[in-house]
């Protein structure tokens, strides 16, 4: 059992020399966060780290694989789920890598995560049952393929959301993978105990580098790589130990796993997609709060050892003890509701003043004094819309997409034959050429052009916004916008103009009067 604890400081070695490397390499190839929008930093900061945690924690098992017996003989009494292990967690961090690189959709990035989940399943990490205090053990019978794949799905997005300040998700990690360490520790496992104080040491090792000021992000590739090693540790842990419930990792992890549910009911609420980013997580309320980076990252890491206290205490499985540790996890949860919450009224008021000059809305308001007399200069379709890339451009934003919709021909002006296509893009434009699905923390809006009845299509912008949603004044800007494409669009006599009723428009047509019999029905 001891020679396991070596995969520590081995782990601690590796990821300290094979970090600075990794930086260089994703400065090189561009896999960059760059600050603005809901991010914090203020630089542009790597974001590849996870490959380096990835090769330490693989590292010591390796190494101690082949110089001793008693690992060896505990990595092979458990081979099937070694093979999990490994494979499903290099998908993980490949996944990772594609994101931090690339830019991947959110749904795409969860059906991987179902994918690689369903993989560990079969090599035999699954649940099956738990001890429930008080109550004895459960049986999950038909309910133990879902639930194992909602649990290894859950703690990896607990894990990637949490990753929001310098060395927040590693030391949520360290504690975690410390109480699974302690729990293979009195439960005799040494397949556990190798895999606990491999994950302890990659986390530690990294926040030399990770902590406030960070010279690195673990990025999506070592937050999805760590949350998948946590979760099957963590079952893997359970079978260890009968008398363990899967109870103890789930309180390890709170505070990732709450900000989580949190974030899914705040988005429910505002009936927003539960993949869409927001600055509504526990470590944004603290900076909110004018709590600074580092002790915000502070309080956190007192918010986990609590959990962790508490979840050493179920261990003891004795009534007392689990009792008290419940209570203790019970406090910090609601303390945690109280002390973000109390604080509800000042910050939506310390924001709503803030997002008056919120950094989109300012673009926004600096780029729309022009696309007036530019519209209005456009002889044709393609003119105009060029004229609204250029204000989108001033505006920093990152897309906008002509869509169009509703193109019945009630219109006998324009031909059939112009119309195009029903909910197909007409025009699109992005920054740098990039496509809009794989850009990263964007939010979007749509407004139809014309009244939603009439309107023959629908402009969607993007953009990176400071506070995580569409604030107001953002809103009414792009509003405003697109009531002068429509009025363009009508002058144009544009098949993508929304559908004219039989009054006369409020906007002529350009270089055009009224017919004398007209004017003199009108008058007369």
Same mark, same amino acid.
């Given at each position: 059992?001891? &020679?396991?604890?070596?995969?520590?400081?081995?782990?601690?070695?590796?990821?300290?020399?094979?970090?600075?490397?990794?930086?260089?390499?994703?400065?090189?190839?561009?896999?960059?966060?760059?600050?603005?929008?809901?991010?914090?930093?203020?630089?542009?900061?790597?974001?590849?780290?996870?490959?380096?945690?990835?090769?330490?924690?693989?590292?010591?098992?390796?190494?101690?694989?082949?110089?001793?017996?008693?690992?060896?003989?505990?990595?092979?009494?458990?081979?099937?789920?070694?093979?999990?292990?490994?494979?499903?967690?290099?998908?993980?961090?490949?996944?990772?890598?594609?994101?931090?690189?690339?830019?991947?959709? !959110?749904?795409?990035?969860?059906?991987?995560?179902?994918?690689?989940?369903?993989?560990?399943?079969?090599?035999?990490?699954?649940?099956?049952?738990?001890?429930?205090?008080?109550?004895?053990?459960?049986?999950?019978?038909?309910?133990?393929?879902?639930? =194992?794949?909602?649990?290894?799905?859950?703690?990896?997005?607990?894990?990637?959301?949490?990753?929001?300040?310098?060395?927040?998700?590693?030391?949520?990690?360290?504690?975690?993978?410390?109480?699974?360490?302690?729990?293979?520790?009195?439960?005799?496992?040494?397949?556990?105990?190798?895999?606990?104080?491999?994950?302890?040491?990659?986390?530690?090792?990294?926040?030399?580098?990770?902590?406030?000021?960070?010279?690195?992000?673990?990025?999506?590739?070592?937050?999805?790589?760590?949350?998948?090693?946590?979760?099957? =540790? !963590?079952?893997?842990?359970?079978?260890?130990?009968?008398?363990? &419930?899967?109870?103890?990792?789930?309180?390890?992890?709170?505070?990732?796993?709450?900000?989580?549910?949190?974030?899914?009911?705040?988005?429910?609420?505002?009936?927003?997609?539960?993949?869409?980013?927001?600055?509504?997580?526990?470590?944004?309320?603290?900076?909110?709060?004018?709590?600074?980076?580092?002790?915000?990252?502070?309080?956190?890491?007192?918010?986990?050892?609590?959990? =962790?206290?508490?979840?050493?205490?179920?261990?003891?499985?004795?009534?007392? *003890?689990?009792?008290?540790?419940?209570?203790?996890?019970?406090?910090?949860?609601?303390?945690?509701?109280?002390?973000?919450?109390?604080? +509800?009224?000042?910050?939506?008021?310390?924001?709503?003043?803030?997002?008056?000059?919120?950094?989109?809305?300012?673009?926004?308001?600096?780029?729309?004094?022009?696309?007036?007399?530019?519209?209005?200069?456009?002889?044709?379709?393609? +003119?105009?819309?060029?004229?609204?890339?250029?204000?989108?451009? +001033?505006?920093?934003?990152?897309?906008?997409?002509?869509?169009?919709?509703?193109?019945?021909?009630?219109?006998?002006?324009?031909?059939?034959?112009?119309?195009?296509?029903?909910?197909?893009?007409?025009?699109?434009?992005?920054?740098?050429?990039?496509?809009?699905?794989?850009?990263?923390?964007?939010?979007?809006?749509?407004?139809?052009?014309?009244?939603?009845?009439?309107?023959?299509?629908?402009?969607?912008?993007?953009?990176?916004?400071?506070?995580?949603?569409?604030?107001?004044? &953002? *809103?009414?800007?792009?509003?405003?916008?697109?009531?002068?494409? +429509?009025?363009?669009?009508?002058?144009?006599?544009?098949?993508?103009?929304?559908?004219?009723?039989?009054?006369?428009?409020?906007?002529?047509?350009?270089? =055009?009067?009224?017919?004398?019999?007209?004017?003199?029905?009108?008058?007369?």
């Amino acid at each position: 059992m001891k &020679s396991a604890f070596w995969a520590l400081p081995l782990s601690v070695l590796v990821v300290t020399l094979l970090t600075p490397l990794v930086r260089v390499f994703a400065f090189r190839i561009g896999a960059v966060a760059r600050p603005g929008g809901r991010h914090v930093h203020q630089r542009a900061i790597p974001r590849l780290g996870g490959i380096g945690i990835a090769l330490a924690f693989f590292a010591p098992l390796a190494i101690l694989g082949s110089i001793s017996p008693s690992i060896k003989e505990a990595l092979g009494q458990d081979g099937m789920r070694l093979f999990g292990l490994v494979v499903g967690g290099l998908l993980m961090c490949a996944l990772g890598i594609a994101d931090d690189t690339k830019g991947i959709r !959110a749904i795409y990035k969860l059906f991987a995560q179902i994918a690689v989940a369903l993989f560990a399943y079969k090599c035999g990490f699954n649940i099956g049952g738990f001890h429930v205090p008080f109550m004895g053990d459960m049986v999950l019978g038909a309910l133990d393929l879902p639930l =194992t794949v909602l649990w290894i799905i859950g703690v990896v997005n607990a894990i990637n959301l949490i990753d929001g300040l310098d060395g927040l998700a590693a030391g949520v990690v360290l504690f975690a993978a410390g109480t699974n360490l302690y729990m293979s520790y009195s439960g005799g496992s040494v397949f556990v105990a190798l895999l606990s104080a491999s994950t302890a040491g990659a986390a530690f090792g990294f926040l030399f580098y990770n902590f406030n000021p960070a010279r690195i992000f673990m990025g999506d590739s070592g937050s999805y790589f760590l949350g998948f090693v946590l979760a099957v =540790t !963590a079952i893997a842990s359970q079978k260890a130990s009968t008398a363990v &419930s899967l109870l103890v990792p789930m309180i390890a992890l709170g505070v990732p796993i709450f900000d989580t549910l949190f974030a899914m009911v705040r988005r429910i609420l505002e009936r927003r997609s539960v993949f869409s980013p927001d600055r509504g997580h526990i470590h944004h309320r603290l900076l909110d709060m004018g709590i600074t980076h580092r002790r915000a990252v502070l309080i956190i890491y007192g918010l986990c050892v609590a959990c =962790t206290i508490a979840a050493v205490g179920i261990t003891f499985n004795r009534s007392w *003890e689990v009792g008290a540790a419940m209570a203790c996890a019970l406090a910090v949860l609601v303390g945690l509701v109280r002390f973000v919450g109390s604080f +509800e009224a000042f910050l939506i008021q310390s924001r709503q003043k803030a997002r008056l000059r919120a950094r989109d809305s300012e673009f926004l308001r600096h780029a729309l004094p022009r696309l007036p007399q530019r519209g209005a200069e456009a002889h044709s379709e393609a +003119e105009l819309f060029e004229a609204l890339s250029a204000f989108a451009a +001033e505006a920093d934003l990152r897309f906008f997409d002509i869509i169009a919709r509703n193109l019945e021909n009630s219109d006998p002006v324009i031909e059939p034959a112009r119309l195009p296509k029903v909910d197909a893009p007409a025009f699109r434009w992005s920054k740098d050429g990039v496509d809009p699905s794989t850009m990263r923390d964007l939010v979007t809006a749509r407004f139809p052009v014309g009244r939603d009845a009439s309107a023959r299509a629908t402009v969607k912008f993007g953009w990176d916004a400071e506070y995580g949603d569409v604030n107001p004044q &953002s *809103e009414i800007i792009l509003q405003v916008a697109t009531d002068i494409v +429509e009025q363009n669009l009508v002058r144009l006599r544009s098949p993508l103009a929304p559908i004219q009723s039989e009054e006369p428009s409020s906007v002529p047509a350009r270089n =055009t009067r009224p017919s004398q019999p007209a004017l003199a029905r009108r008058t007369g």
